[in-house]
C-alpha cells in the first residue's frame, strides 16, 4: 500500500530515476547475447550448406545418422539455451521486488489512489471535469487525465460497488472519448459499465438504452444481447409494456447514496473540512494567546500559546519545533513508516483499518537527541508526565489519507484498549505539524465544530479526560483528507498515570482548566503574568 503515504511516493521517485540505467544495461547484455546468437546462425548454416553438398550420403550410412542426430541434438541445445537465456526476469525483479528500495506499484495501489481520489472529490465538493483537466480548486496542475484515467478511476469505484462514483467517472470517460482523436480506452467497455452501474441505481431504462447502443456499435459483442434481453425482463417485471421501454428515458440521475447523505457525522467531517463552518464572534472574541512562564525554564524562555477555543480546551503551541528538528525526525522515521494500526476495540490488538490511512513510526527517546529533546519539550508545553506516555508516533499521509472520526482514549467499553500499557488512559493529545499542506489536512472535531488547519512548527493540543477521570465525548476529532501538499504530524499520547498531582482530579466533568497549567490557584494569564504560585512572588523582579 504505497498510496498510503508521501514518503513512499518520494521513494518510488528515485527509482524511477534508476529506471534507464537499468534498461541501459539491460539492453546491452542483450546485445551481446544477439551477437553470440547470430554467430551460432552463422555456424549452422555452414555446417547446412555442407550436408546438402553431402546429399543423402549423410543419412543413409547408420554411422553418419547417428552423429548427425547428436549433433543436431547438442548443436540445438546450445542455441536453445542461448535463446532463453534472456535475463529480462533478473532486471524485472531487480524493479519490483520489494527490497528495491521501495516495492514497484502494483495494480492494488492503483485502486487503492483511484479511492483516495474519489474520497477528496466527495469531502472537497469538486467537480469531475476539472478534477479530470487537473484542476484542484485554483491549482491548475501539469497533467490532465485520458479517458483511460478516468475509466481505470471509474472500475476501481465499481469493484468496490461504488456505483454513485462509477457513473460519474464512466459518463467523463465517454465524454473524453469523444474528443480524442486516438481514442485511449474501450467504448465497449465504458458503455456496459455504465449500463450495469445505472441498472443498480434503479435507472433500467437508461441502462437498456446504453446496451441497445452497444449492440449497435457490436452486434457480435459477447454480452449486449443477453443484457439487452435481461434488462427488457426486469422492466417487465416492473410492469412496463414492450412498447415503452424505450420511451421517456430519465436522465442519469446521480446522487450520493442516503447511507452517506443521512449520516450527519461525516456530512459535518466534510463541511468542517472545507472549513465551512463558522464559528460565532462571541467565541472568537473570548480567546487570546499567553506566554506560558510556569516553569523555571521558561522564564527565559516562554512557550507562546494560542487559545483555539474553550470547552474542551484547545491550544495551539506556536514555534515549538524546528525545521531542523522536523527534518531529522523525518530522517528517522522515513526508513520505518508502515500502515498504521489502531487498535481493535474488542480484542485490543492492533489492526489496520479503511478508516485511517497513513503510514506511521515510533521513535523511542534513546534513538536521537531530537527526540528526547521534543519530549522534554512536552512536558514543558504541558506540565505533564512524560515516563508514562507513549512513544512519539510520526504519522504522513498519501494521497487522500486521513482518520475519520474517532477519540484518542479508550472509552469505558474499551477497557482493553490500553491494558497492556498499564499506564490507564490517553489523558491528553499533543499533535505537532510538521508540515503545511497547501490545501486539506486540516484536524477537526466533529462534535463542537471546530476545524484547525495545520500550521508548520506549531502543536495542537487538548485533554481527551476530564479532571474527573471520564472520556469528554466532545474530544472527538478527525484528520482531514490532504488534497494538495503533504502532511506529517507527531503525536505524543500521554497517560493518567504519574499525573496525580500534576494534573489533579476533579470532582464533576465541569471541573475544567481555564489554560494549560491552570491548578485553580493562579491568576489567569489573560491578565497576568502566567508565573506558577511555586516560583515564588520575587520570580518576577528578578528577570
Ligand atoms: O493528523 C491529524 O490531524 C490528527 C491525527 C489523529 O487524530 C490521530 O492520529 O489520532
Ligand atoms: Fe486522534
Known sequence: DLFTSIADMQQLLETERNIPKLLDKYIHEEEERLVQLKKLSEEYSKKNEQSIANGMNDIVNPINAFLLIKRKIFDWKEIESKMNANKAGIHVSSITDDNYGVRYPTADDLSGAAIGLLRLQDTYRLDTK???????????????????????????????????????????????MDDEEEPTADMEDILEYLAFALYKQNNLKHALKLTDELYKMNPAHPRAKGNIKWYEDLLEQEGVRRSEMRKSIPPIQNRRPDSVLGNTERTMYEALCRNEVPVSQK???????????????????????????????????????????????????????????????????????????????????????????????????????????????????????????????????????????????????????????????????????STVLPTKNDALFWYNLYKQGDGNPDTRHAACPVLVGIKWVSNKWIHEKGNEFRRPCGLKSSDKERFVGDLGIGPEPRDAPNLSPNLGKDVWETI
Open 130 to 176: 476539472d478534477l479530470a483537466d487537473g484542476k484542484i480548486y485554483q491549482d491548475q496542475g501539469n497533467y490532465t487525465f485520458s479517458a483511460k484515467d478516468c475509466f481505470e478511476i471509474a472500475r476501481a469505484a465499481y469493484n468496490e460497488h461504488d456505483f454513485y462514483h462509477t457513473v460519474m467517472w464512466m459518463e467523463e470517460a465517454k465524454r473524453r
Open 283 to 449: 467565541d472568537i472574541s473570548k480567546l487570546y494567546c499567553y506566554y506560558k512562564r510556569d516553569r523555571p525554564f521558561l522564564i527565559y524562555a516562554p512557550i507562546k500559546v494560542e487559545i483555539k477555543r474553550f470547552n474542551p480546551l484547545a491550544v495551539l503551541f506556536k514555534d515549538v519545533i524546528s525545521d531542523e528538528e522536523v527534518a531529522t525526525i523525518q530522517e528517522l522515521a522515513k526508513p520505518k513508516l508502515a500502515r498504521a494500526t489502531v487498535h481493535d476495540s474488542v480484542t485490543g490488538k492492533l489492526v489496520t483499518a479503511t478508516y485511517r490511512i497513513s503510514k506511521s513510526a515510533w521513535l523511542k527517546a534513546w534513538e536521537h537527541e531530537v527526540v528526547e529533546r521534543v519530549n522534554k519539550r512536552i512536558d514543558l508545553m504541558t506540565n505533564l508526565e512524560m515516563e508514562t506516555a507513549e512513544e512519539l508516533q510520526i504519522a504522513n499521509y498519501g494521497i487522500g489519507g486521513h482518520y475519520d472520526p474517532h477519540f484518542d482514549h479508550a472509552k469505558k467499553e474499551e477497557s482493553k484498549s490500553f491494558e497492556s500499557l498499564g499506564t490507564g488512559n490517553r489523558i491528553a493529545t499533543v499533535l505537532f505539524y510538521m508540515s503545511q499542506p497547501s490545501h486539506g489536512g486540516g484536524t477537526v472535531f466533529t462534535e463542537v465544530k
